[in-house]
């Protein structure tokens, strides 16, 4: 090779060498976080550009900054005790971490925190001495998502313990947990003695689930659905003072490592409203059956089982509504009396009166269909409303008669043997749009009383010029 | 003519620092710059700068390792002196300045290989090498080894631009070969060495 060859192979070489060590150095400024190498005095001999921001200076004027001007005086100290451990013994392979907090030269003297790393550089020991290369990261912002979810926590209203493999306490991660429990402090705490005390005695089936959370550390996760059923999900807790009583509900979160439950989570909710709700709500749904049943009493004559008066006044009312909306087309009153009653009262007593009674009572319910009011409208008087599609008067007819038939059939036997023949009578009037249901009533009753005229036994309706049998 | 030591250290080290010195001035068209001493607590093998220029000079007898520390903003100032026109991309005045700063340092190189040649000793010089001025941590800065007479030196040259440093590092093979040393620069030598440049 020539000697200008040889040259030039110089001249590329170098100039190689000038690139690639100008790239590396330009890598290295660039490099993410914070790098600094510090001279035996503390003072920067190479800074990456995160750094010079940090510093409020530049590229040039970083050098010889001293990095401990970065720290408070208190931090500063700390920061010089590391570096001694760091250099004691001048261990190279020897690294250390830590977290220290920055205070920025600004006006508002803000504060980072970053995590730190230092080594000993692997270097002959020249002008500089010893020299330390630095790496931070910035957990400002880590910190304060990190407070941001710790200010969430604490202000849930719910309890966060972290269990350890011996059932105590190993971190609160919220401080509602206390106030859950009335207590300052619970972390060290069995959390079953907790129970235990809370509740005043907690009893058998609590104690064995708590125990069995225990147990369930390093066991594997697949057979914890069955142990999870025994851990008990509820529990009434007595305050300090005994004068209220506390419902906690708990959600069992474990921590799984290699799928070997590691921790559990234990989120506690207070539920004490959910419950009282609860039992407002049974005790509400006790208070209507009770009411329903009076009303039923109310409303339904227990002699016949038909309705009362009481009844009539709102299931009419709200018949009559429909009807005068057009839902029902045709409407008739049935006016009924049982024969010559007054006779059977006194001939067999009130006993046997009361029988009869209840015995057209039943055939009264037997022949009207589901959609027709029977009421019991007197001592034997009784009154039918009968909403139809048909012609009202054929169906007040057919009803009545099936009656009067039933009735005229029915035969009440006595202890004595004696047989007692009853019979009844009635009148139907139809009711027209708009009419007044007492109005209709009346004419009812007039033709019921056309009917006992008539002989008794019988069916008068509204239009017949003769009575019916 | 600028003075040097009378012993052999003194004689090299006055060479290069009176070469640094009327070269740096020659080339900027600055004559306000002044050569001044480095603090007391420096020691060489310390980082000078953001930057430094690197050039070897070789020969048989003795063997330079010169290099001029700078930050741009000041070497960009130094090189504005004489060219005035501003350079707003700061990439290409950066480039600029570094190329600048080679050159100068080849100057000084070249007036130092000179001044050697006119004592007969034929030294030659490697292309600048510009680096990151941390790499000065990797200087070689070791002294007489019994064998070689080694020294290093350090001064500054100092201006209204700011500030330069440059560091030597000579290892001398053949103390008799320059003994008897002479400082003669172009300033002082004749017209004829003059009219060779032009």
Known sequence: MSQNNELLACYKVLSMLETASDNTETMLDNMPGVVVVLNQNL????????????????????????????????????????????????????????????????????????YWQASL????????????????????????????????????????????????????????????????????????????????????????????????????????????????????????????????????????????????????EDVTETEQAKKEIERVSVLERQILTVYEAAIRDPLSGLYTRLFMKDSVKSLIGNFHRDSIEELAVLMMDIDHFKSINDTYGHKVGDTVISEIGRIILKCVRETDIAIRYGGEEFLIILPSNMSNMTSARIVAERIREDVANYKLTLASGEEVAVTISGGAASCGKGENIDLVIERADGYLYQAKRSGRNRIITEGDSEAAK | ???????????????????????????????????????????????????????????????????????????????????????????????????YMKELTNQVCGRICRIFQRNDLVLGMCIPLSMHGFYELYTDYTLDDGKLKKFGDAWKINGDFGSLVCTSYVEIMEPTAVTNLQYVDEEVSNDDDELEFL
């Open chain 2, 1 to 99: 003519m600028l003075t040097v030591g009378t012993d052999l250290r003194s004689t090299i080290v006055g060479i290069f620092r009176n070469a640094s010195l009327v070269q740096t001035r020659q080339f900027s068209s600055c004559e306000a710059l002044q050569l001044v001493e480095m603090e007391d607590s420096f020691q060489l093998g310390q980082v000078l700068a953001r930057q430094m220029i690197l050039i070897v000079i070789s020969g048989a007898e003795l063997r330079v390792l010169f290099k001029i520390h700078f930050n741009n903003s000041e070497s960009d100032r130094l090189r504005r002196i004489k060219f005035r026109t501003p350079i707003t991309d700061e990439r290409i005045a950066a480039a600029k300045t570094l190329d």
């Open chain 1, 121 to 268: 550089v692997s270097f002959k020991k020249g002008a500089e001495g010893d020299l330390i290369s630095i790496s931070g990261k910035d957990l400002s912002e880590l910190y304060q998502s990190e407070m941001k979810l710790k200010n969430i926590f604490s202000n849930l209203p719910l309890g966060m313990l972290m269990i350890d493999e011996k059932g105590k306490v190993k971190e609160v991660l919220s401080q509602f947990s206390e106030v859950l429990f009335d207590r300052n402090e619970l972390v060290g705490l069995s959390f079953s003695k907790l129970v235990e005390e809370a509740e005043n005695g907690a009893d058998r089936f609590i104690v064995e689930g708590l125990s069995n959370l225990s147990n369930c550390f390093g066991q594997s996760k697949n057979n914890y659905d069955n142990v999870e059923k025994t851990f008990p999900k509820k529990i009434a807790i007595t305050d300090s003072h005994s004068t209220h009583t506390k419902w906690l509900s708990i959600n069992y979160q474990p921590i799984l490592k290699l799928n070997r439950i590691d921790g559990f989570i234990l989120l506690i």
């Open chain 1, 43 to 114: 003072q920067v001999i190479r800074a990456n550009q995160e750094f010079v921001k940090l510093s409020g200076r530049d590229m040039e004027t970083v050098l010889g900054f001293k990095f401990v001007n970065l720290f408070s005086s208190e931090n500063a100290d700390i920061l010089q005790r590391q570096f001694a451990l760091l250099k004691n013994g001048r261990q190279f392979n020897k690294r250390i971490d830590f977290e220290l907090e920055i205070t920025l030269a600004d006006e508002k003297k803000t504060t980072r925190q970053f």
